[in-house]
């Protein structure tokens, strides 16, 4: 029904910057809620950064707050995730998740319904 696909990892210096894509299909997905995750090798999923519906409204981890933006085009059903001033530690595997109700933003990853298969991003010292 739903089916999120992540697009532009990639291999990048330490200072560098790097824009993430999440395409959403399915009739509804502009109204959900999008947020984007991350896992590292043996480490545990990781709360990034959501954008709800319909205001726009955004919340972000604490370890990106102004490097990361995340936005939105509604009309292509599209959600961003722009990356600013990487560092070795954001590398992981970056993972695009929709929740249905998307009147609130929130941080659990078990409040998500709809994920993607995750894009790689690398970045070197």
């Known amino acids: 029904q739903v089916q999120l696909v992540e697009s532009g990892g990639g291999l990048v210096q330490a200072g560098d910057s790097l824009r993430l894509s999440c395409a959403a299909s399915g009739r509804y997905v502009n109204t959900y809620a999008m947020g984007w995750f991350r896992q590292a090798p043996g480490k545990e999923r990781e709360f990034v950064a959501v954008?709800?519906?319909?205001?726009?409204?955004?919340l972000y981890a604490n370890s990106v707050k102004g490097r990361f933006t995340i936005s939105r085009d509604m009309a292509k059903n599209t959600v961003y995730l722009h990356m600013n001033s990487l560092k070795p530690e954001d590398t992981a595997v970056y993972y695009c998740a929709a929740r249905r109700d998307g009147s609130a933003y929130i941080r659990p990853a078990d409040e998500y319904d709809y994920w993607g298969q995750g894009t790689q991003v690398t970045v070197s010292s």
């Open positions: 954008i709800s519906w319909p205001g726009g409204s955004t």
